[in-house]
């Protein structure tokens, strides 16, 4: 069974600090590991893919990190702006359906 | 903005009643999907699509019907609303390979 799980379920930092978030996943036959931010009230909005063990994408203060057993998004001097729920998914085998995590809240303080 | 427009955005309705949420894509992406999000949980997959006609089950399915008579629409009915269905229903569509883009979301509450 797939599972995917992310941590701390919460984190409050200040502004200009960096820190991770992690999405740790059990799955054989990865296709695909994908990011998203989620602010209130709305839908989740799509940051990155990753596919193989060793890729990086960056956007902005965002970097996002693949293993073959977990994944890192990585923020760097972050801004109240960035403060969110980020959301990772999996997707595997011959399923293309994505398994969600619960999330991690994110909150920045100026 | 990837063109997904759901309606309604915010609904109460009481228990016994039947409801359905509409989600229409202008993307012409094959696969379509109806999650739902409840606090503590992921998103969790109800029905999917991946093409006219063709749908299948989700993980929580239960209670819930979906039709796609086109490409660009696919309706998710509660056949008869249980207060266990409040929650906020997202709907997204993707192509095969390829990320998902979401809806802003519809909010349920059954009374």
């Known amino acids: ?110 | 903005d990837a063109g997904i427009t759901q309606s309604p955005r915010h609904k109460v309705t009481e228990t016994g009643t039947p409801v359905t949420l509409r989600c229409h894509q202008t993307e012409n992406h094959r696969y379509m999907y109806w999650y739902r999000q409840d606090p503590g949980h992921g998103l969790r997959l109800i029905h999917y699509s991946y093409g006219v006609k063709d749908t299948d089950k989700g993980e929580v399915s239960d209670g819930y019907s979906v039709s796609r008579s086109k490409t660009e629409d696919f309706l998710l009915t509660l056949e008869s609303a249980t207060s266990s269905q409040t929650s906020v229903y997202f709907c997204a569509i993707s192509g095969r390979d390829s990320e998902a883009f979401f809806g802003q979301g519809t909010r349920l509450t059954v009374v």
């Open chain 1, 1 to 110: 069974e797939v599972q995917v799980t992310q941590s701390p379920e919460a984190l409050r930092l200040q502004e200009g600090e960096s820190s991770s978030l992690n999405c740790s996943y059990t799955v054989s036959g990865l296709r695909g590991l994908f990011w998203y931010r989620q602010d209130p009230g709305k839908g989740p909005e799509f940051l990155f893919t990753l596919y193989s063990a060793g890729e990086e994408k960056e956007k902005e203060r965002l970097k996002a990190t693949l293993t073959k057993k977990e994944s890192f998004l990585h923020i760097t001097a972050p801004k109240p702006e960035d403060s969110a729920t980020y959301l990772c998914a999996v997707q595997a085998g011959s399923n293309y359906q994505l398994i969600w995590g619960a999330g991690t809240k994110l909150i920045i303080k100026p």
